[in-house]
């Protein structure tokens, strides 16, 4: 089995049934089928792409998405989503990392593709205005030769810190984790996901495009987000059932009167913390629930979630999603009890081969048979998870550890903040000091006195920011995470 024949089951089954709405047109599962057998056979036939190939992905949401990575697996090759907002150099590094001579690309990146071209010369580009409409009807699909444990997509992480790395995900990986995110989700053949955020990213990639597709169900892709009323209206018309997002848009819908009638079941807030917060505002005005889950491009992405019947614990990530294991480990690799905190690690047939090209980060994060994640936390005696922060961003303070997301929960409480982030600024006496930045709701001003106050009256004294600075908005990365090291670059 791999990601193209269970792609393809589907299509055999539901021919007709609607795979993805997209404002006012509807395509049958049979055109995407058909589109991406046309795909397959060009890369194969004149294009000359090898089984294991690697083939670029950029292009912003659209249906050809779709056909363009299951072509490119139908072909055997191994398909490479790069983010959409990258700017060509970036997008240079990881076309000479992964080694792709062809990308496909749509008409946003028109200004791009000369600068791409001179870096790298042989790079051959495919547009997706030139995928057939109306490709030819396809009855008898061509048997791909990939197997579970071939390379299938290569998911190249935010970068942080230095170049990004490239997350080796195979068909098996992917397949493992659709299929328990359909259990944990409860995922039926009636089921239409909206999605809402870049289809690059390993969250959407998985759970609202991979996930839907394999089980029959359907995808609503999402034109706009702004305001949240246009999302709801939407998701109304064409009867989305579960809403995966980040926490940024859940906040905005808890400000936004739902419609009456509406058919949302479940949301899932993934890719970055859900503030205690804002799920707390969102539960008070939406009749259904919003579950934190966690994941990362490392693990196809998802690790765990809160369950949708039975108990939902706010802060935490919630139980490991079937078939998978979470260890909470000290720096030594042992095994930590419950309630003591260390990083967090995730073994299953969903992690990663590890990372493209790059052998020493792939030995550092892969040990034992457990992957290494980065991620502090810790689990209760009820096995539920939770994030204190991520590694590299805790902070000494006199040697006692200090997580920012703390600090961070404590600030959404006072009155009129809408986003916070809160990093570690050098400090010659105690090592490190928080320093906290605020964006204010629209109308509201922050009185710093007052709110440091309200941290004093809820916080040790040493995890009080020495600074609080407002800022107009948080810079984020395409899929909304916080990009703390853009804060750290800031004049203090």
Known sequence: MNLATAFFESAAKYPDRTAVFSGDAEYAYRHFRDQSAWMATRLTGELSVQPGARVGLWVKNCPEFISGLFGILQAGAVAVPINNFLKPDEVSYILKDAAIDLLIVDHTTGEARSRLLEGRPGLRLLAVEDFPTQPPRVEQVQAVRAT????????????????????????????????????????????????????FHSFMLTVCVLLPLLAGGSIVLVRSLQPPKALLHEVLHHQATVLPAIPQLFRALAHTPPPPDLSLRLCVSGAAPLPLETLREFNAKYPLRLIEGYGLSEASPVVSLNPIHGVVKPGSIGLPITNVEISIRDEEGRELPPGQTGEVCVRGGNVMLGYWNNPDETARVLRDGWLYTGDIGHMDTDGYAYITDRKKDMLLVNGINVYPREIEEVIYQYPGVKETAVIGRPDPRKGEQPVAFVVMNDGAELDEAKLLHHLRERLADYKVPRRVLTLASLPRNATGKTLKTALRALPA
């Open 148 to 199: 579970e444990t071939d390379l299938a997509v290569i998911i190249y992480t935010s970068g942080t810190t230095g170049h990004p790395k490239g997350a080796m995900l195979t068909h098996g990986n992917l397949l493992h984790n659709v299929a328990s995110c359909r259990v944990v989700l409860e995922v039926a053949e009636a089921d239409r996901f909206a999605l809402v955020l870049p289809m």
